[in-house]
């Protein structure tokens, strides 16, 4: 069994990090503790720690990606929501047992080393649904 811990992040794809950054953190006053470039999702994003949940800004470093596509589609806004599970295998499993469809079948891994999978929005009522496996 798997279960859901928190709200990790929520977040919200821009098309000027630079002036996202400007609202987020000089006038909302959120640090931002991290900027960190995702060659794998051809993104960039900014880390904006609040309580025990992040916001996270991401923002397209191509053109084709599917970040890039989905803001020329929708505009910027909230992308995804990303929830903690404990067992990201078993969780797996279990909505694939229910049919839901899921973007990624099996765990990817970022570069810190955290395994992450995305849920189809077709399948979650709408949101792109991100689940982080806990680090122990
Ligand atoms: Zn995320």
Same mark, same amino acid.
């Given at each position: ?15 000027? +990090? ?9 006038? +909302? ?27 996270? +800004? ?9 970040? %890039? ?13 990303? +929830? ?39 399948? %979650? ?12």
């Amino acid at each position: 069994m798997s279960s859901i811990k928190k709200i990790h992040h929520v977040a919200i794809a821009v098309t000027d +990090l630079q002036q996202a950054l400007v609202f987020w953190q000089d006038i +909302l006053g959120i640090e931002n503790s991290e900027l960190r470039d995702i060659p794998q999702e051809e993104a960039q994003v900014a880390f904006l720690p609040l309580g025990e949940s992040e916001i996270e +800004l991401v923002f397209p470093t191509s053109n084709d990606s599917g970040l %890039a596509k989905y803001i020329s589609k929708r505009g910027a806004g909230i992308h995804h929501l990303c +929830l903690e599970v404990d067992n990201l295998e078993a969780m797996l499993s279990r909505l694939k047992q229910n049919n839901i469809r899921l973007i990624n079948e099996e765990p990817r891994v970022d570069q810190s080393g955290r395994r992450y999978a995305f849920i189809h929005p077709e399948s %979650a009522f709408g949101v792109l649904v991100e689940l982080y496996e806990k680090i122990p």
